[in-house]
């Protein structure tokens, strides 16, 4: 596909929630960790993409603090593919100038993964063509109340007045504190959910949903789905330009 006109564009935050693996293997006959897998590569696709769209920042949603409910079975597969994720793309990621962060509370991952999480955040922190940022063990109530809880705590230590805390402060104190806000939600595989997805920053972004499931998501298809964004007015909360 040929590259955007990206100059009215920038910066561009695009956040996706994948949905739909697990349909997209049922409906072949086979197991869910294979929708995952075929997953995993639509994410391979769709980050390499990303810069010729204009697209400067990418979320994705990869766990979810309500995931844990699933198969114990499904629960380590999709652990053993995040770690075979980081291993294998980080040199590619660093070459092709990504910068990979993590979001949500990571503590309950397992120490090996956290430490693969680390590494490839250090890794890659000098780049910056591309922000990706995935979501693992990620919801928007716990990430907004483990930011009230920093922001109590410093006030229980004397370093901030309550009559400080405004926006500014609590957004301060949001795993995504060093990100802009997202532009642009999609969510694919037809539910038209929020699900918990970055509760406090798409206070004013965009939203599409697809009936595509997400291993057959193309760049092509995201692509169209930037067309039509660019035709949106976006008016947070103004009334529309003459
Ligand atoms: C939702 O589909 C998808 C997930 C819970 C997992 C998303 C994970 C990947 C795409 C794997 C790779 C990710 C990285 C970062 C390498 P679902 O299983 O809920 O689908 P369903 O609604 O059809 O059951």
């Known amino acids: 596909m040929a590259p955007r006109d990206t100059t009215n564009l920038f910066p561009l935050h695009v ?12 409906n072949r006959g086979w197991p869910r960790l294979a929708g995952h897998r075929r997953g995993a590569e639509r994410v391979r696709e769709i980050v390499q993409a990303c810069p010729r769209l204009g697209i400067t920042h990418l979320t994705i ?13 499904e629960v380590l597969g999709l652990m053993s593919l995040f770690r075979r994720y980081i291993q ?20 309950r991952l397992e120490p090996r993964l956290q430490r693969l999480m680390s590494g490839i955040e250090k890794l890659t922190e000098g780049n910056d063509r591309l922000h990706l940022t995935v979501a693992i063990n990620y919801g928007g109530r716990n990430e907004i109340t483990r930011a009230v809880r920093r922001v109590a705590r410093a006030v229980a230590r004397g370093d901030l007045r309550p009559e400080e805390v405004d926006e500014e402060v609590l957004a301060g104190r949001l795993d995504t ?10 969510r694919t595989s037809g539910e038209t959910r929020v699900s918990n997805y ?24 995201l692509g169209e789905i930037l067309d039509r964004f660019a035709r949106r007015e976006r008016r947070f909360g103004a009334v529309a330009a003459p």
Do not use: C
């Not at 956040?15 to 049922?26: H, K, L, P, T």
């Not at 949603?61 to 079975?73: G, H, I, P, Q, V």
């Not at 009936?211 to 092509?220: E, G, L, M, R, Y």
């Open 177 to 186: 504190h060093d990100l802009p806000d997202p532009d642009l939600v999609i």
């Open 88 to 107: 294998r793309e980080a040199d590619r990621l660093r070459a092709e100038g990504v910068r990979l962060r993590f979001i949500g509370d990571r503590t």
């Open 61 to 73: 949603y990869a766990f979810s603090t309500e995931n844990w409910k699933r198969s114990t079975e």
């Open 198 to 221: 970055l509760l406090w920053q798409a206070a004013y972004a965009e939203f599409e949903f697809t009936p595509t499931h997400w291993p057959d998501f193309t760049s092509d298809e």
């Open 15 to 26: 956040a996706i929630i994948m949905d739909g693996n697990g349909r997209w293997a049922v």
